[in-house]
């Protein structure tokens, strides 16, 4: 049973476009959140995080969004550019420091 | 800061065959945790250390499978006998957990291929 869910396995967006990438989760214990990027042949590499007690993170052209009653967060990118195409990874943090990864949404970013 | 460092990038074994995967966390770092990636379950958490004991494996997959960590600047997954049903790409990632919510850092992954 997954516990952080991504239903959409990709996206297509145009360069200079938002990017929205969405996320559910099922436990309502989880505190803190994590938004991964992985590029083919690499490892997960962290983008951005929010704390339970916030509902906005803001990096640049980064945003994480989270919605605690609806239990779902998203990934805003704007502007989205090539370099941003590649597979997104959320997670959340469990009591124990370890990481739930959903399965990923793969952003292509055209130009 | 070389990052977290896996062996061999890639491996290619046959059925039955003893697997050992290797991994260097960052220096300083106090966790350590397996990943596993497949197309069919995404990214599955299979042990953690905390100071170089061991904290969960229960996803660790069946007894095939066997992880240590001698020491804070080394841990290997080992899978005897391996079965093609093992194929995937293997993450070593660490942390600081005396850093509050510090992320995860992950090696480049070893590919493992059971034919």
């Known amino acids: 049973d997954q516990q952080v869910k991504q239903n959409s396995p990709s996206l297509s967006v145009q360069e200079g476009r938002i990017s929205i990438l969405n996320c559910d989760y099922t436990?309502?214990?989880?505190?803190?959140f994590l938004w991964y990027k992985k590029y083919p042949a690499e490892g997960p590499t962290f983008l951005i995080s929010i704390s339970s007690i916030k509902d906005k993170n803001e990096d640049g052209r980064f945003t994480v969004f989270l919605n605690k009653s609806a239990k779902h967060l998203s990934l805003h990118i704007v502007p989205s550019q090539p370099g941003d195409s590649a597979v997104y990874f959320c997670a959340a943090s469990g009591s124990q420091g370890n990481l739930i990864f959903g399965k990923g949404t793969k952003l292509s970013v055209k130009p | 800061d070389a990052g977290v460092i896996q062996s061999p990038r890639h491996e290619v074994t046959e059925m039955g065959q003893e697997v050992t995967l290797r991994c260097k966390p960052i220096?300083?770092?106090?966790?350590l945790f397996w990943y596993r990636q497949t197309m069919m379950r995404g990214l599955e958490l299979l042990i953690y250390?905390?100071?170089?004991?061991?904290?969960?494996d229960s996803g660790m997959p069946e007894d095939r499978f066997s992880a240590k960590m001698p020491n804070a600047s080394f841990s290997t997954l080992k899978i005897q006998p391996s079965e093609p049903r093992d194929s995937a790409v293997y993450f070593c990632a660490s942390s600081n957990r005396g850093t509050y919510n510090s992320p995860l850092h992950f090696g480049n992954g070893t590919r493992l291929t059971v034919t």
């Open positions: 250390f905390n100071n170089n004991v061991p904290i969960d």
């Open positions: 436990n309502s214990m989880f505190d803190y």
């Open positions: 220096s300083g770092h106090n966790s």
